[in-house]
């Protein structure tokens, strides 16, 4: 057994599901913290449970040969990005890997999978930033917090953000310090201002800043949107969200318009979004772009296609989809995702797209019944991935071609490994880098149906 008043040194193997580093000492699993395969430090137990441990990185006796400095000051105290301190080519790969092991433990799968599509340039790709306002020493600070926590880091500079984010974070401090404004206080539940929520269209440039509030009132407001229109290039809106609740849920429910557009419009490829303070929105747009038009090649439409998107959102991939086939059908559970969905489609004029409120799996068996049958199906379900019956309505739909969008590889395997039992066979497996320096990894597959 392992001592915790002991130091231990042990070489790194493998990288976990949230980018921590894991070991053996003494044939016993350790997890750390910060630390990449191939570093060799010393490390002092701080949790130990019957068949795991936790280590706390005290020093690197060998670095690793994928060991970078970050970019970033304080990427290993903000919960942000995980791995920045491995080299770019190997994240990728590393990435690779995670998918190509969840196959084969999880879902004895054995399929081709592509190297990681990656970025020409992996910072500031994040079109949407979330900073919760604190104060610090009698001064404003806004930030991320710190992993794990709810402290504040103060961050000057975001390196995966977009940096027009710097400009807008400088003009708030200075706001709130010289007006005296109360920042939000989440132990007594008291102060005024909550979080800033930024939104920027990378292919226009327009910039949407989001004030939550506790409360209606807006002392020097004005002022605020005065310094705003004057520092910040592109600002097409200035939006107050107010939550009152005692909750970490970051908005409330009313949300109005101070100065400007209630709506920033982007692009993607030629497609047009309107984007509201609520509305989702992908956050790499870039990559979001490289991954649907991997969905769009591997559903190989001929323009003849009864297409279904199974968890649309806001009809990204329906729309992506649209233009090359006869109608596209998207299902999604939260109501404005799907009113989004409605005005995309619209402001896109195209026409050939119905979307479907509520549970895919009590809208798309509803629909097989009524006599819809898809010719290929879409999914890009959330982290639990698929329930059942929506596979296995799939299954009795017998598309000719299945296209699954993942963000997690073990609920991926598994439902491979389920359709790969009842006739889909996993053709080839395109992870996408959507979230650089983070140990999150996007997927597209392609499964095609055996004929008996
Ligand atoms: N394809 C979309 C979003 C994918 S994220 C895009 O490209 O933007 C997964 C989506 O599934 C989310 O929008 C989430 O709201 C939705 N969702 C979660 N559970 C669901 C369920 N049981 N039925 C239908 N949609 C669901």
Redesign the pocket.
């Known amino acids: 057994m392992l001592d915790k008043s002991k130091i231990y040194e042990m070489e790194i193997s493998g990288l976990g599901h949230s980018g921590e580093g894991i070991g053996k000492i003494d044939d016993f699993t350790v997890f750390v913290e910060n630390a990449i395969p191939g570093d060799v430090i010393r490390t002092k137990i701080t949790v130990l449970k019957k068949n795991y441990g936790v280590g706390e990185l005290l020093e690197i006796l060998k670095p690793s040969a994928n060991r970078v400095t970050p970019k970033c000051g304080i990427a290993g105290i903000c919960g942000g990005c995980q791995i920045m301190h491995m080299d770019y080519e190997q994240q990728l790969r590393t990435k690779r890997n995670t998918v190509v092991e969840a196959l084969k433990r999880i879902g004895k799968i054995d399929a081709v999978v592509h190297p990681t599509l990656g970025m020409d340039n992996p910072y500031e790709y994040r079109n949407k930033a979330q900073f919760p306002v604190g104060i610090l020493d009698g001064k404003s600070i806004l930030g991320f917090y710190k992993k794990g926590s709810h402290e504040i880091v103060d961050t000057e500079y975001c390196h995966i953000q977009a940096p027009i984010n710097t400009k807008i974070v400088q003009v708030i401090k200075k706001y709130i310090d010289d007006f005296d404004v109360a920042v939000y206080d989440e132990k007594e539940h008291s102060g005024l201002i909550r979080h800033v929520v930024t939104k920027v269209g990378f292919a226009t440039g327009e910039v949407m800043v989001i004030m939550v509030t506790n409360g209606k009132e807006f002392p020097y407001k004005d002022k605020l949107i005065e310094m705003l229109k004057e520092n910040v290039e592109g600002l097409k809106s200035v939006v107050q969200n107010i939550n009152m609740k005692n909750t970490n849920v970051i908005f409330g429910d009313t949300t109005f318009t101070l100065y400007g557009e209630d709506q920033i419009v982007d692009y993607i490829g030629d497609l047009k979004f309107n984007i509201s303070a609520r509305s989702?929105?992908?956050v790499n747009p870039a990559q979001?772009k490289v991954?649907?038009e991997k969905a769009l090649e591997y559903a190989d439409l001929t323009g003849n296609e009864r297409v279904f998107?199974?968890?649309?959102?806001?009809?990204?991939?329906?729309l992506f989809l649209a233009k090359k086939a006869k109608e596209v059908h998207g299902?999604?559970?939260?109501d404005a995702?799907i009113e989004d969905a409605r005005e995309n489609a619209r402001i896109n004029h195209l026409t050939n797209t119905k979307f479907y409120v509520?549970?895919?799996?009590?809208?798309v068996p509803k629909l097989y019944k009524s006599g819809l049958v898809a010719d290929v199906v879409?999914v890009?379900?959330?982290r639990?991935g698929c329930?059942e019956s929506?596979l296995e309505t799939i299954v009795n739909m017998a598309p000719k071609r299945v296209v699954y969008?993942s963000?997690n590889p073990a609920t991926l395997a598994r439902d491979l490994a389920y359709l790969d039992e009842k006739g889909y066979k996993t053709v080839e497996v395109q992870p996408v880098d959507m979230f650089s320096h983070s140990s999150h990894v996007e997927c597209c597959v392609s499964l095609e149906r055996i004929k008996e």
């Open positions: 989702f929105y992908q979001t991954l649907y998107d199974i968890y649309c959102g806001i009809g990204t991939i329906s299902i999604e559970i939260i995702a509520g549970k895919a799996e009590d809208v879409v890009d379900p959330p639990k329930e929506v969008v963000c």
